[in-house]
C-alpha cells in the first residue's frame, strides 16, 4: 500500500485479517485468563503481607509463626508456578517484589538475641556494587529464626561505594561485620571471609540472593556430627523464560565432572573441611579453598573437590532465593571458557599415563597443520607419549617439540611399541592399516575436510580395529556405525590465550598456499577497508610450493595491500593471531569444509572472527560472524561491511563479541579435553589402556 493510502487508512476490523492473523491475535487475547489462578496466587499473598504489616504489634511467637506460614506458601506456589510454563512476565516480578517485601517485615521484627557460642553460623558474603541488592540479603539473615549466627561481608568493590554506608542502619547488630577486600574478585573475598569465620558452619551468600527465616535452624536441625556439607534447594527466579522454579538437586553428583548444578549457595560446609581444601592464592589475594586464579566458576571448582572428599548431604527443603536478573552479574561480564577450561582439566587429570601413542603421518613436522600438533600436546598433556613417524619429508623444516622419525612404519613401530597408532588423513590412515593389522594393533584416523572420501569411510569402517574419527557434518549415514565417532577439532593451550590487548584494526587470516584457500577473497576484502591493516600468513604446502608464489603474485597484481609473511613458525603465527582483532578465514568451493583450527585459535585469544557460511561452519556458532556471496567478489563485498561496521563498535561491543567468541574456543576445543573424549573413545572401542599389545 502506499504510504499516503497506508497513512489515511482508518482502523480495521478483526475480519479483515488474514486467518492466521486473527488466529495468533485471539490467543493472546486468551492469556489474561490463562494467568488467572496465577495472578489471583500472587495478589493473596501480597494481601498476607499487608496483614502482616497491619499486625505488627503482635507477639514475637505469634510474628514468626504467620512468617512460617508465609513461606510454605510461597513454596507451594512456586511448584505450582513450574507446572504454569507460559507464567508472564508480570506475574515473576510480582512474585519478586513481594518476597522482597516479605523479607524487609521479617528484616524488622527480628529477635535481637545474644550469640550463643554452639551452632555457630558463619554466613560469607562477597559484594561489590549492589547497594540495594545488600540491604535485601543482609535483612533476610537479620530475620533468621536461629540468633547463633555471624554475617562477615566482604566489601570488594574497590573504588564502588563502601559497604557499610549502603547498609548502616543495619550495623547496629553486632552479629553483622563489614571487612574491606582487596579488590581481586570473588573467589578472593569469600578466602578473606572464610579465615576471619568463627563459626564451624560456613554457608554463603551473594549479595543479590535471600534466605527464608527458618533456613539456618532447618539446616542445623538435618546435620549431624558426621556430615562434612550439604545441600539445601533453593527458588530460583529466572531472567528468561521467566518462570520460577527449584533448582534441580537431585542429578548424581557424579555429573559435577561435566558442570555445575548445585549453587554456591545452597552449600552449607564445616570450617575445618574447607580448611584442608586449601589452594595457593593468587600473588596480593588471601590463601583459602576459593582458586583466586579463576575469575569466573570457582564456586564449581570448590563444590567438585568437595564431592572428590565426600558425598553431599541433601536437604529437601527450600531455604533460600537465587535471583538471575540482578546487576553486575559476573555470568555476564567474565567469559566462562577459560575457567570452564581449567577446572575441566583439573577435573581431567592425565588418565593417559603409561600410554603410548604413535602417530603415523605421510608428512611431518608440518608448519601450517597446526591441529597435528595440537593433538600432539593435548595426548601429553593427559600423560600420553608420544612419537611420530613420517612417510615422506616436509615443505618447510621446523623443530616440533617431539621425536619423529622416518624409514619403515613397522620398524619404528616394533621399536617404539605403542597402544595405538593415530593417522590425520583418512587416505593415510588406510594406506598404512595393512602394517598395523599385521603386527594387531588398534589403529585411530582423523579426517578432515579436504580428504574426506565416503568409499574410505566406508572400507575403514568394516575393520574392527579401526576408530575413525569424523566432524559432525561429514558423518552422514556413518554416523551410527560402531566404529565411528564424532570429534571436534583441539588447539594448543599453550601457544594461544585470551587477551586485552588487541589491535582492532588488524585482520588477519593464517594460511597453506593453496588456491582452495579462497585467498582472493582475503585481497579483495583488503582493497575495500582501507582504514585496516591487513596480514596474510601463508606456509608452503608440501608437493605444492609454487602455488605459495602464485599467491604472492596474485596480491601484487590485484594491487591489494596486504602484508604477506610467508612460512611463520608456530610462535610468529601465534603472536600474530594474539595481536590481531579480527580474523577473517576464507574457504573455496573446492572440497567441503572441515573444522579449520585457525579460526578456534583466534577465537580462544578474543578476536572477532569472521567465516564462510558453509555446511560446518556450525561449529563456531554463536562465536563466529558469517558472510557468504557467489563469487570472491561477492564475498569480500560482504566480509568487508562486517569489518568496517567493527569501526563503530563501542567497548562493549567488542567486550561481548570476545566473550562469545572465548566461550565457544574454551568449552568445545581445548587440545587436552578433545583428546581426552580420543581416549574414552579408544578405551571403550578398541580397548586400548588395558593390558594388551606390550604386555
Known sequence: MPEDELQSAGPRRLSDFPERARHAIARLRRVPADFADTNARVAALEVRVDELRRDASASTAALTDHLEAISHAVHSLQKAVGLHRAMSAEAWRQLGT??????????????????????????????????????????????????????????????????????????????????????LGAASARNQGIREARGEIVAFLDSDNWWFPGRIETILRELDPETAWAVDQQLVLAAWPAIPHVRDIGRPASSLDQG??????????????????????????????????????????????????SEPRRIDVVGHVYEENSRHRISAEVPYGPAYHRVRSRIVGRPAEGLRVLLAEWHFPQVTETYLQADIEGLRALGAEVEVWSEEDVAVPYEPGVRWIRGTLEDHILAFRPNLVLSHWLHVGRDHRAVTRRLELPHAVRCHGFDFDEGIVEELATDPG?????????????????????????????RVAPTDDKDRRLVLRLAAGLHTKDLVTFMLAALRCPEHRFVL???????????????????????????IVLDASHEKAAALTMDAGIYLHTHGDAHPLGMPISPVEAMATGSVVLARELPGVEYLSGGALLYGGATPEARAD???????????????????????????AWTRHPAGLVANDLLTTWRERLGVGVPGYDS
Open 638 to 664: 560482504h566480509a568487508a561491511s562486517l569489518i568496517n561496521d567493527t569501526l563503530h563498535w563501542t567497548d562493549e561491543r567488542w567486550a561481548t563479541q570476545a566473550r562469545a567468541a572465548l566461550d565457544v
Open 98 to 183: 513481594t518476597t522482597s517485601a516479605l523479607v524487609a517485615v521479617q528484616a524488622a521484627h527480628a529477635v535481637d538475641t545474644p550469640m550463643p557460642d554452639a551452632d555457630l553460623v558463619s554466613i560469607i558474603l562477597p559484594v561489590r556494587a549492589r547497594p540495594m541488592e545488600l540491604r535485601r540479603a543482609v535483612a533476610s539473615v537479620l530475620a533468621q529464626s536461629h540468633a547463633g549466627w555471624e554475617l562477615l561481608i566482604v566489601d570488594d568493590g574497590a573504588h564502588d561505594q563502601p559497604a557499610a554506608v549502603a547498609i548502616e542502619d543495619l550495623l547496629s547488630d553486632p552479629r553483622v561485620r563489614v571487612v574491606r577486600g582487596v579488590g
Open 260 to 309: 555445575n548444578f548445585i549453587d554456591l549457595g545452597a552449600v552449607i560446609v564445616r570450617r575445618s573441611v574447607l580448611h584442608e581444601l586449601h589452594v595457593p592464592s593468587q600473588p596480593g589475594g588471601p590463601d583459602g579453598p576459593f582458586d583466586t586464579a579463576l575469575e569466573r566458576l570457582s564456586d564449581w571448582d570448590l563444590i567438585q573437590r568437595l564431592h572428590a572428599r
Open 466 to 494: 579401526v576408530v575413525i574419527h569424523l566432524f559432525p557434518h561429514l558423518a552422514g549415514s556413518f554416523r551410527d556405525r560402531p566404529n565411528v565417532v564424532i570429534d571436534p577439532v583441539g588447539f594448543d593451550p599453550q
Open 537 to 563: 600468513g601463508i606456509g608452503h604446502a608440501y608437493r605444492g610450493e609454487e602455488r605459495t608464489e602464485e599467491l604472492v603474485q596474485l596480491a601484487h597484481d590485484l594491487g591489494s595491500p596486504v602484508e
